[in-house]
């Protein structure tokens, strides 16, 4: 709810009462969701694609990546359909190349912890592996040709 990870704990006529993963209470007033879209995650057997973005330089290797991403998952036990595993260049900027990983499983509070865990072992292999492919400021052509942060 509005970037808090919570549950419903109570309906009231006028208020819900939400329990957050940190066991704080936010209280919202019934007309709040009548009156603004939101997702319910309450039905534990709905399938949930969990989406990963990384920003990496342009130098990095989306082969490697997508190798990476497929071998860790498939160990990952919060993983459905690990045939059903992808992962592609979704943007791309100046900054770098936005890669996007995508990964089925079973409901969305599993969902949730798959995806943070994904997330960093993913982090863990770019850190540890390739740090060369963090994004890095470049400058704009020089008369002598085009020069990188790390020059």
Not at 52 to 58: G, M
Not at 135 to 145: C, K, M, N, V
């Amino acid at each position: 709810f509005e970037g808090e990870w919570a549950y419903v704990e109570s309906i009231f006529y006028t208020y819900m009462r939400l329990r957050t993963w940190d066991e704080r209470r936010i209280i919202v007033p019934v007309r709040h969701f009548v009156s603004t879209p939101f997702e319910n995650w309450s039905v534990k057997d709905a399938r949930i694609m969990r989406t990963i973005r990384l920003i990496l330089d342009h130098s990095a290797d989306i082969d490697v990546m997508r190798e990476q991403f497929e071998a860790i998952a498939k160990e990952e036990e919060g993983v459905i359909e690990p045939d059903q595993l992808t992962c592609y260049v979704t943007a791309h900027s100046e900054k770098g190349q936005e890669i996007t990983f995508y990964a089925m499983t079973p409901d969305p509070s599993t969902g949730w912890v798959t995806e943070m865990r994904l997330r960093e072992q993913l982090l863990k292999f770019v850190r540890e592996e390739h740090p060369d492919w963090w994004p890095r400021e470049r400058f704009a052509d020089l008369p002598d040709g085009p020069v990188t942060a790390g020059d």
